[in-house]
């Protein structure tokens, strides 16, 4: 079944502090991978994407992902955060034919400290 | 440019009642996808419609359903609502919906709560 795993439920950081939100996924066949942020009172928000080539990809606000095919992994990673990333965290996978669905992890609340 | 707008922002049903939620994708976007989001998890898939026609469907019951229209519109139905039908009920819309290089953009969402 296809499916995506979020490592942490709820990950505390102060400022400055590096993070590493751990996700891996489960998916017969060719994947897109997504992270999506929520800020409270906000909506989704894409904060980068991986179709194919170099696994190393950097999105928005300083956020980078690393894909690892052998690993099934799409970790997230931003070298130092802020107290605005204080948000909710999704990982999601989809399949690279058209039309096919977005599935999502369970998602992870970062709280950032100032 | 405006965003997927959703309406309404909030409702409060009983259970058994019919719902219909609606939902306007960004302006040239041909294709809509409905997720539920139940407090505490992640989104998940019901349907995906592109150029009127449903695409996708996830693993929800018939009491679903949805269409879209010809200006892209959409409307999520809710038949015999259960108390399990409460959730922030998430629009998406995307520019074709037929190539895999898409990326979806989430609307403001509904909260539905059935008493």
């Known amino acids: 079944a296809q499916s995506v795993s979020q490592h942490n439920h709820h990950v505390i950081l102060s400022e400055a502090a590096s993070l590493e939100l751990g996700c891996n996924y489960s998916?017969?066949?060719?994947?897109?991978l997504f992270w999506y942020v929520q800020y409270p009172g906000q909506h989704l928000q894409l904060l980068l994407k991986?179709?194919?080539?170099?696994?190393l990809v950097k999105g928005i606000k300083g956020f980078e992902a690393e894909f690892i095919k052998s690993k099934f992994s799409f970790n997230l990673r931003k070298p130092s955060v802020q107290w605005s990333d204080t948000a909710e965290y999704f990982c999601?996978?989809?399949?690279?034919?058209?039309?096919?669905?977005?599935?999502f992890g369970k998602g992870t609340t970062l709280s950032v400290s100032s | 440019d405006a965003g997927v707008t959703q309406s309404p922002t909030h409702l409060i049903k009983t259970r058994g009642q019919h719902v219909t939620l609606r939902c306007s994708p960004i302006?040239?976007?041909?294709?809509v996808s409905w997720y539920q989001q139940v407090l505490g998890q992640g989104p998940q898939f019901i349907f995906q419609?592109?150029?009127?026609?449903?695409?996708g469907r996830g693993n929800f019951p018939d009491r679903f359903s949805a269409r879209q229209f010809p200006n892209y519109s959409s409307e999520l139905n809710v038949n015999a609502l259960l108390l399990g039908d409460s959730a922030l009920y998430l629009c998406?819309?995307?520019?074709?919906?037929?190539?895999?290089?898409?990326?979806?953009?989430f609307g403001p969402g509904t909260r539905l709560t059935v008493l």
């Open positions: 998406a819309s995307n520019p074709q919906g037929t190539t895999s290089t898409d990326t979806q953009y």
């Open positions: 999601v996978a989809r399949g690279n034919q058209a039309g096919t669905a977005l599935i």
């Open positions: 998916y017969g066949g060719t994947v897109n």
């Open positions: 419609y592109y150029e009127k026609e449903e695409r």
């Open positions: 991986y179709f194919s080539g170099d696994p």
């Open positions: 302006s040239g976007h041909k294709s």
